[in-house]
Structure formats: structure tokens, C-alpha cells
């Protein structure tokens, strides 16, 4: 396998990270540079989930995605067997009200053929199980063939012999050999399990024997009571059988009752046909009494209906009635009307409603327009005299200031040149201005004239406005009122009058309200008399209905009686055929015969007896159930003891097979450690692990031997694994204990990479069907930790040269000056932003 692409996306630190940007990754050693929690690691996990998924994540999947961020996405394009694949993996928040974030896992499995990629699988169960078939390993193996830690390196250098053995069987997928195991340790305590219940049960076989003998006793003691019962129980059925037949009893007692019951109902039955009978004759008596009332009532009624022909309709008087309102209504609209202007009028619109309309006329087509003809010429005038006025006021004026600059200069006020006689030029202009003065005295009288005469036009053309506004307000009251009265005479003249006095008079009515009044009264008395007359023909009818039932009611009341009667007949029958049976002629002899004061005693003993037969029947059926149940118990009991005794035989076969399981198990730890481990894959081991440890340890180390332990615990066997080494220096063989902290991680290292070379190239059993993984690439993150400078140098050469490996990814914080390595740069770009740059070696 080879990492050709990696991109991420808003995974662990990186908001957005690709692989290489051109290119793909190349072969080689790849060294991953940079500070501390810079992301290094991240880098390397991007590869194991976006490879393997969700499997070897030890966190959270809310870990996994970038702080603030609601998805992620890794996309990972590599190559197997000459194939290009590429797994695309995503984690999607979900809608939740939960306080912890949940994400939803996606995946995609694509497969390059030509220039796409072609889905294989599209949900992350399938993508995981495709791509361990494709690699041939499970992911959990897969982290421990290709991803080397510190921890891992420091566990194989300083494991104990048993752990050192399960560790090495672990790495190279020995796990056919474990399933084993834990298949017959499942089993042994399957069978642990199945002892001890069949032990327990075993335990109980003899007390089960014990109740069996008790039960049995138990049983004879139930026989000897259930016999006991059953004859007091026939006992008690002989002293039962003296007595005469409960059926009989119950015959002559119901014969008896319905004697009783009949001849009553026969007596009840005869008084309701005698009331019925009474009550006929009544009811005949006051349908007469009705029939003579409904007559004087129709008599009343027609004397009142002639009375009111007489009358006007009702709806001919509310007519005067509605028309007298209506006048009264228009003649007060028209005084409230007159009131409110005060304005005199020349003729009552009341009394003569037609004039309103003729006025309006007269003051439309000639008042009106002839005084607004007097007020535009009395205005003219007026304007003309004041125009006259101020024009001879202005020259009054003229003049005084025209006296008033001789006076002062002596010059022309016109030309402004001397005058040679100013006080006879004065005394001209003072005659003149006398004249203009009398003239404009004579022009005020005129116009106060004017004025007076306009005034007065004014005042008479408002009035006569008042008039017409008046006059309007009252044309559709004053027609209304038309007419109403025409309306009124109309009806008034179909009563042949020409009033409503003379209406009233006629009538005999004070107002058309008494008149009305008294109409409703009549009609009122004669329907309620009709209503009396209608309610005493119904009550006529009731009473016929009632005759007819009652009369249906004699005749079924008779035809009861004789059913009764007959009953009767027949209960007496049944009573002496009952008494006949028990050979008496009458009850109080057959009472005296059985010494009992009543039938109902005689049946009260039959009770009795009935009672004590049921209650012993019941202790007889009761005892008969509880020995039916013991008998039952023991019958269970004895199966019981039989399946006892087939377990006690199965226990002893149970123990024999728990003892062989646990043999069996103990030769396979053997057989593994032995031929397998020790046998097959321990000397491969050693020679790849010794081809690491000499230049990892300067070249004074080398494995000396790997052999097989085996320790005897509690009848246990426990097998493991010595590794023992040959120092070059000391020219010694030392165990593990005997070497240096980095010497110790020089081993671990050296033997975990020798593990993950030879994962994709041996087969510890030849026939096996399971093919050796396609798994050349190996991630290592920081394994040098312990390593001192030179060392850590000695192994980045060491990689360099390797070959095994298609691909070797290696976290490291040792500065590499020189060689043949590409490298991978972990930092920060000049915003804070976290970078990964991807630099191919220089040839």
C-alpha cells in the first residue's frame, strides 16, 4: 500500500489542508517537522480514519472537527496492488437537543479506472469491511502493523516474557490459535457453570426421596377422610328423601298464592267496572251542560258582530287617525319654521298653503331682481360722488399748498419763477379754493343721500331674501299639508261627512282613539267568545273520546275478569291434583302430617337439607381435589427424582469433559509457543530485529536468543517468551534488565519495525487460507524520544536506506541537515494560521 493524496478539511487544527498540492507523495522516508502541538500527530491521524475509520479513534468524534466548525472531511487517495482507491470521510453535525454535539459518520470508496473514480461502497459500514478485504487485515491489526508510538516501542522493550509472547502473537495475527482458546475458555466455564447448577440439583435428590415417603402417607391419611365424608353425605340425602317432593311443595304453595291473588284482582277488577260505569253517566251529564253554554255564547256573538258592522274599519279610522297626526305634524313644522326666521308675513301659509308657492314666485321673477337692480344703481351712484368728492378734495388741497409757497418764496409753485404780484395771485387761488370747498360740501349732502337711499335698498332686498328663504323652508311642509287635507277629505267623503267632528259625532265618540279603542274591544270579546266556543267543542270532543275509551275499557276490563276468573278455576284444579299426589284432601292436613306450621317451613327444610348435602358435596369435592393434587405431586415428585438421578449421571460426565477442555488448552499455549512462535517465526524475528538493533545500538547489540518459558501457576500453564542479548563491547550475554533506558528503546524500536516488515511477507502456517497483508508503509510517531542525539541521527539514516518499506511517514523533532528524505513541515503562516507544506527531496 501506498499514501498517494491526503486532503483535509476542517479536521483537528487544519481548516484546509492538501497533500501534496501537485504530485502525489513519494517513495521513501518522509520526515514530519515541526514544534510541539503544532499537529504533527493530527497529520497522522487524518491518514489512520480517513484509511480506517472510526475504529482506532480513542476520542470522541466531536474531537475530530475543527473548534466552531459543524462537519469535517478527510479525502485519502492510495494505491494496492497496482490499483488507485480513494476513501472520502465525513462527520456532519446532527439536529439535536441534546447539550453535547452529535455527529453523523459518512464515507465513500471510489476505485480509478481511466481519469474517474468509481463508487465500490457508499456507507461507512460497507466502506470499512471493503477495505479490509482490500488490504487483507482488520483495522485494529492494521494500526499495529503500519502506526508505530512511543508507548508501542517502550511495552515490547520492557514486557514481561507472557506479555512479550501474547504481544509478538498479537502483531502477527496469531489470533486463529486465540479464538481457539478463547473458544474452550468460553467453553470450561460453560461447563464450570453447568457443574455447579447440576451439583446444586444432585444436592436435592435425596430430599426429594425423603418427601416422596412423606407425600405417600399423606395420601393414605386423605383416602381414609374422603371415605368419612362421603357417607355422612348419603346419610344426610336419606333424611332428605322423607320429605314430600320440593316440586309438589312449590305447586301447592304457587296454587295457594295465585288463589289469593286472583280472587283479588276479581274484586279489584269489579269495583273499576262499577266507577266506570259511574263515571259515564257524569260525563253524558256534562256534555249536555256544554252543548247549552257553546248555544248562549253564539247568541252573544251574533248581537256583537251586528254592532260592529256598524263601525268604520279599524283600519279607516287609524287612516283619519294617521292623516289628522300628519296635519298636525305640518301645520307645527310650519309655525316652528315662521318662528325661528321672524319675518312678517303677509298671509297665513297655514291657512293657506298654496300661496307659499305663489309669493315664491312673485319674489323669484320680480321683487328681488328689481331691488338688486336699485342697489347696483343707488352703488354706482355713490362710488360716482365719492370719486367726484376726492378729486375736488385733492384741488382744495393743491390749492392751499400753492398759497402756502408763495407765501414762503415768492416764487410759481408751477414754474418756479418770481411772481411779480403774489398776494393778488394769492387772493385768486383763495377764491378758487372757496368755490371747489362749497362745491365738495355740496357733493357730501349728495352722497349721505346716496347712502341712505342704498341702505335702505339693501335692507329691503334682505328682507325680501328672508322671504324667499322662509318661504322655501315651508313649500314642502305647506305641500305636505296640501296634501294631507286632500287625503282627509277624501276619506272623510266615504263616510258621507265632511268632518271628523261630525264623524265622531255620529258614532257617539269623544275621539278617534275612543272609536278605535272601542272597535278592538268588540273584536277582542267576540274571538275570545269564539275561542270559548272552539275550546268547549274540543273539550265536547274529549269528552266522546273518553266515553268511546271508557266504554272500550269496560268491555276489557270484563274480558280480564273472566280471564281471572278462569285462572282461578285452574289454581284450584292444580292444588287439589298437588294435594291429591301427597295424599291429603287439604293443606292444613297435609301441615298436620309433617308437623309444620307452613308450607314455606316445610320448603325452609328442604333448603336446609339442600344446603348441608351442598356444603358436604363441597368438603367432598374439596377433599377429592386435594388428594387428586397431592396424588399429582407425588407423580411429579417421582419424575423429579428420575431426572435427579439422570443429572447425577450427566454431572460425572460434565466434570470428566471440564477436565480434558482444560488439557486441550493448555497444549495448544504450548504448541503455539513452541512450534509456532519458537518454532517458525522467532529466528525470522530475530535476524530482521538484529538488522535494526546493530546501527540502532552503535553496533554493540544484537539479539542472542528468543526462547520459549513456561510457569506453573495454581495448575495453570503460562507460557512467554526471554529475549536474551549478546553485547559486542562487554563480549557478554545480557537479559533486558541489564540495559540503559535508550538501549531499551533501541530494542523495542528495532523489534517493532522488524514486526511490521515481515507482517506483509510471512505466513507463520503454510497451508493457511490467510494471505500475508498488502501492507508496505509503516507511520511512526516520534519513537525516538528516549534516543540521544547521534542515535536519532543513526536511525534516520537507517530509514533512509530501508527499503522494505514503499513509504516510512516520521514525526521527529531531531534537525536532519542532509539526505534522501522528503519532508513534511508543521507551522504557522504570518496571520496565525496553521500550515502543512509538503517538500519532495532534492536529488
Known sequence: MKILKVEMQNFKPYAKAILPKEGEFG?????????????????????????????????????????????????????????????????????????????KAQAMLTKKEGEKFVPISSSTKQVDDEVENLIGITAENMEKTIYVRQKDVDRLAKAEPKELRELIASLFGLDEFERIKKKLADHASDLSGLIIDLSKSVGSLETEQRELQKDNKKAKQERETLDKLKDELEKIEREHSRLPEEKLLKSIKKAEEEITKEESEISSLNDRIKDNEKHAKERAQRITSLEEEIRRIESECKDLEEELKKLPSERSFRGIKEIQDSISHHEESMRKSVARVKVKLDFDPIKNPRMVAQRIKELENSIIPSLEETRKRCTNEVDRLKNISTEKTLLIRTKHDSINYIEEHDNCPVC???????????????????????????????????????????????????????????????????????????????????????????????????????????????????????D?????????????????????????????????????????????????TNTKKLLEKFECESIDKLLGEHTGFKIRIEEKSDKVSSQQQSLNQ???????????????????????????????????????????????????????????????????????????????????????????????????????????????????????????????????????????????PLVNAILLDEPMGSLDPPRRQELVNVLMQDTSFNQMFLITHTDVSYGDYHTIKVGYDGNAKRTIEYEPMTL
Open 27 to 103: 517513495n521513501g522516508l518522509l520526515l514530519i517537522q515541526g514544534n510541539n502541538s503544532m499537529g504533527k500527530t493530527s497529520f497522522m491521524d487524518a491518514i489512520l480514519w480517513g484509511i480506517l475509520g472510526d475504529k482506532l479513534m480513542t476520542v470522541p468524534k466531536s474531537m475530530l472537527v475543527k473548534t466552531g466548525e459543524s462537519s469535517c472531511k478527510v479525502d485519502v487517495i492510495f494505491e494496492i496492488g497496482g490499483t488507485v482507491y480513494r476513501i472520502v470521510r465525513k462527520l456532519v453535525l446532527k439536529k439535536s437537543r441534546k447539550p453535547e454535539p452529535e455527529f
Open 416 to 534: 418756479n419763477r418770481d411772481v411779480e404780484n403774489g398776494k393778488s395771485l394769492v387772493s385768486l387761488i383763495k377764491k378758487q379754493s372757496k368755490v371747489l370747498q362749497d362745491e365738495h360740501d355740496k357733493l357730501v349732502g349728495q352722497i349721505n343721500k346716496a347712502n341712505n337711499e342704498l341702505k335702505e335698498a339693501e335692507e329691503a332686498l334682505e328682507n325680501a331674501k328672508k322671504h324667499q328663504t322662509l318661504l322655501d323652508n315651508l313649500v314642502s311642509p305647506a305641500d305636505d299639508l296640501k296634501d294631507a287635507r286632500n287625503q282627509l277629505s277624501t276619506e272623510l267623503k266615504f263616510h258621507s261627512v265632511g268632518s271628523i267632528d261630525e264623524l265622531l259625532s255620529n258614532l257617539k265618540f269623544s275621539s278617534i282613539d275612543e272609536a278605535i279603542s272601542k272597535r278592538n274591544k268588540l273584536e277582542t270579546t267576540i274571538k275570545l267568545k269564539l275561542e270559548s266556543i272552539t
Open 630 to 772: 397431592l396424588l399429582g405431586e407425588i407423580k411429579e415428585r417421582k419424575k423429579r427424582i428420575e431426572s435427579l438421578k439422570q443429572k447425577e449421571e450427566e454431572l460425572a460426565e460434565k466434570q470428566k469433559e471440564l477436565r480434558h477442555v482444560k488439557f486441550l488448552k493448555g497444549e495448544i499455549d504450548g504448541f503455539l509457543s513452541i512450534h509456532v512462535i519458537e518454532g517458525k517465526i522467532i529466528d525470522i524475528l530475530k535476524n530482521a530485529t538484529n538488522e535494526y538493533l546493530m546501527p540502532f545500538s552503535d553496533g554493540r547489540y544484537r539479539i542472542e536468543d528468543i526462547r520459549h518459558t513456561l510457569r506453573r501457576t495454581r495448575g495453570m500453564e503460562s507460557h512467554g517468551l526471554e529475549v536474551t542479548l549478546f553485547d559486542e563491547k562487554d563480549n557478554l550475554v545480557k537479559n533486558k534488565a541489564q540495559l540503559s533506558g535508550g538501549d531499551e528503546t533501541a530494542l523495542g524500536l528495532a523489534l517493532r519495525i522488524a514486526i511490521s516488515k515481515l507482517m506483509g511477507k510471512i505466513r507463520p502456517f503454510k497451508h493457511s487460507e490467510i494471505k500475508p
Open 536 to 584: 268547549k267543542k274540543e273539550d265536547i270532543k274529549k269528552e266522546y273520546e273518553e266515553e268511546k275509551s271508557e266504554e272500550d275499557a269496560i268491555r276489557s276490563l270484563k274480558s280480564e275478569l273472566d280471564e281471572h276468573q278462569s285462572i282461578l278455576k285452574a289454581s284450584k284444579h292444580n292444588l287439589q291434583t298437588a294435594l291429591k299426589a301427597i295424599s291429603v
